[in-house]
């Protein structure tokens, strides 16, 4: 493969009803052609001049030395233990860069933060759910200078590290298991992806390998269902379905659109999607190399496997083909009573809508299609019906050798061949974008916080080289996730304080702490505030994988789908109370809980999680049935553990619910409530502590 070259910031954007330029040498090239005195025949320009290659995330990685710091600087911080010495010092390189940059900014890093904080952060962070009582003891007990990393590997060596991993990239690449738009149809074994997702970070897949799959899986390994799951990650984007037309030019337009901007945003951190409809405003990626981009994808189209026997696939077509002649026959029915009259028989129809079977077992993938390959051209301001010139196949032109040719249309296995240029080791964007956010889910914001935006536009990296040194260690330790993870949070740097002696200098100079002063407290996100209330009541399901469970919501929401009968809760009332990220991820209905905690809302790529504040919070922890539910499981869980006495249900409270004593305030606080409130009530109000809702 060819070197990936430099670029910078000065670009070009030339269109006929717009003209932005930037640099001494573009002002020049307009000064020329406005007095004609630049014509046919003139050298002809560079595709991309040297000054846009040089932007800092498209320049080939550095391999910075580890700074040095200040005794002072580190004074809080005692030196790492022979416990780590098999990661060669990595650990303390981190340390340093953070240190040398705190000390460049007159700042000062906080104490190591206390036991109890720290495990039950580790836990948030790596698996998703609070430690028990039982496993704080057993921590806290334990002096040897070993006791957390041996924490940390068995942590990384749970099942539950893929489920909370995989939250993460699921938002990346707006994974659900429905359409969107008005029919919001369901993509039948579209949970598959969701558990080949979970399963590769628990197997600790290489991330070169993990990418490849998702983007040309199929091509790869025709016969191998693991790789057609893989690459079910092309079908994850919203669809608008045209009845009676699915393929026509309008529809096969935004599929491929969503397709490309996901690669770039997903992949390579960059807005692709902005050259679509002329030249990037701000990166240098011209429009056509966009649509060179999409040439990999020209011949992609869906496809589900179904894994039943032709048996059981005629059977399902016989059952389903006569239910819906009902429906349909009822449906005419229903126009002819009158209109005070259609309700009763409308109500029918949901209920044999309801009947309907199941989808047999389904792959829901994507295969290579040569004769309905796509013709892919140039389109004027982005518009499916004005084509302007046919391209081919190319990656971005500005990481290529100027000049560099593309592919022609009809390249056999072309994803595999973008998915080769997108992994190659020496790729400036691929580990940058990817330790960037294994960082983000650790510390809250990214080295670079603009996680799907390297570009121009997007967040300088607060460390630049802290990034490099950990992009470097990624594609030099295989690509293993699991060994990120396990640096960062062997650091000091993640194991600091939330609370700083010197908390004043660092709001004044640092407010947003972007040079990693102290550790961030955090909300609970969504997920993980469901699932910390059914661990902490004694209620969880660890059932892991399967189809996805669809639990009771409101009747007025579920009516209001296109077809409620999409919406078929589960029967099993012990699968309402497994892990939130095997909860259904339907596009038009998110479960209300999941949404006022701000999951997102699955239609684009959601790097980051916000955490809002506003009442319905409230209102829903503490009027909810979710939580109502649960402060009665969590009462009786009391009840069993420690009987009546008050005192001890209050302690056996706080254990659970915060992993750590009562205050004495507390336990006071505590009993008097319980001499006038029930103990549901008072298991209620642990769900709303912030002790139970953030992570220090």
């Known amino acids: ?207 070169d390998q993990f990418v490849r799959e998702q983007l040309a899986g199929d091509e790869i390994d025709p016969d191998k269902n693991e790789y057609k799951i893989a690459a079910g990650f092309h079908r994850l984007g919203a669809v608008r379905r045209n009845a009676g037309n699915q393929e026509v030019s309008s529809s096969r337009n935004e599929v491929l659109t969503e397709r490309t901007d996901i690669i770039g945003a997903s992949f390579l951190g960059l807005t692709v999607g902005c050259a679509r409809c002329h030249d990037h405003m701000f990166d240098p990626i011209r429009q056509k190399d966009y649509y060179r981009l999409q040439g990999f994808l ?159 536009n997007g967040d300088r990296p607060s460390h630049p080289e802290l990034l490099d040194f950990l992009a470097n260690e990624f594609v030099e330790s295989g690509w293993s996730v699991k060994h990120m993870h396990r640096l960062i949070v062997l650091s000091h740097s993640y194991r600091q304080s939330s609370r700083s002696a010197h908390e004043a200098a660092g709001i004044a100079n640092d407010p947003e702490n972007r040079f990693f002063w102290r550790y961030s407290r955090r909300r609970l996100q969504a997920e993980e505030i469901r699932d910390a209330m059914l661990a902490v009541s004694g209620r969880l399901n660890t059932k892991r994988g399967g189809k996805s469970i669809l639990v009771p919501v409101e009747e007025g929401l579920v009516n209001l789908l296109y077809k409620p009968s999409q919406w078929k809760v589960a029967a099993d009332t012990r699968d309402h109370e497994r892990r939130s990220v095997y909860l259904m991820a339907k596009r038009n209905l998110r479960v209300p809980f999941m949404e006022v905690f701000d999951q997102p809302p699955l239609l684009t790529s959601c790097y980051r999680r916000e955490s809002s504040t506003h009442a319905p919070q409230a209102l829903e922890l503490l009027n909810g049935d979710l939580s109502n539910n649960l402060a009665a499981a969590f009462a009786e869980r009391l009840r069993k553990e420690v009987g009546s006495n008050q005192v001890q249900q209050v302690e056996r409270a706080y254990l659970l619910a915060a992993g750590r004593d009562a205050t004495g305030e507390e336990l006071q606080l505590g009993v008097e409530f319980l001499k006038e409130q029930p103990l549901r009530e008072f298991a209620l109000a642990m769900f709303n502590l912030n002790s139970f809702l953030y992570v220090n």
């Not at 640099?23 to 000064?31: H, R, Y």
């Not at 389109?379 to 010139?389: P, V």
């Not at 190319?394 to 290529?400: N, T």
């Open 1 to 207: 493969m060819s070197p990936l070259l430099p670029f910078g910031l000065v670009f070009t954007k030339v269109r006929s009803e717009v003209t932005l330029r930037l640099g001494i040498a573009v002002l020049l090239d307009m000064a020329l052609l406005g007095t004609g005195l630049l014509f046919a025949g003139s050298a002809p320009k560079a595709e991309y001049r040297d000054s846009e290659r040089k932007h800092w995330s498209l320049l080939p990685r550095t391999h910075p030395e580890v700074p040095a710091f200040s005794q002072k600087a580190g004074a809080l911080w005692a030196t790492n233990s022979d416990a780590l010495a098999d990661l060669g010092g990595t650990v303390e390189a981190i340390d340093a860069f953070v240190l040398s940059r705190l000390e460049k900014e007159g700042l000062q890093a906080a104490a190591p933060a206390g036991r109890r904080t720290l495990i039950r952060r580790l836990y948030f962070d790596l698996i998703g759910l609070p430690p028990s009582p039982a496993e704080v003891a057993d921590f806290l007990a334990d002096k040897s200078p070993a006791a957390y990393p041996k924490l940390v590997e068995h942590l990384l060596g749970s099942p539950h590290y893929g489920e909370r991993r995989a939250l993460h990239w699921l938002d990346v690449v707006r994974f659900a298991e429905s359409e969107g738009f008005e029919y919001d149809r369901h993509m039948p074994g579209a949970w598959r992806f969701r558990d080949y997702v979970i399963q590769s970070f628990n197997n600790d897949k290489p991330y």
């Open 298 to 456: 020209a011949a992609t189209q869906e496809h589900n496997l179904i894994l039943a026997t032709e048996e059981r696939q005629a059977d399902w077509k016989a059952r389903t083909d006569q239910i819906n002649a009902k429906v349909k026959a009822l449906k005419e029915a229903v126009k002819k009573l009158p209109t005070d009259e259609r309700q009763p028989t409308y109500d029918e129809v949901l209920r044999l809508e309801a009947t309907l079977p199941g989808p047999l077992p389904t792959i829901c993938s994507i295969q290579n299609d040569d004769e309905k390959r796509t013709e892919i051209h140039v389109l004027e301001r982005g518009n499916y019906d004005s084509k302007g010139e046919a391209v081919g196949i190319r990656a971005l032109g500005v990481l290529l050798p100027e000049g560099a040719p593309g592919l022609p249309p009809e390249t056999s296995a072309p994803r595999t061949k973008l998915a080769e240029w997108i992994t190659d080791p020496d790729h400036p964007l691929t580990a940058r974008v990817m330790v960037n956010r294994i960082w983000q889910s650790h510390f809250g914001q990214g080295i670079v916080r603009t996680a799907n935006d390297f570009g121009f």
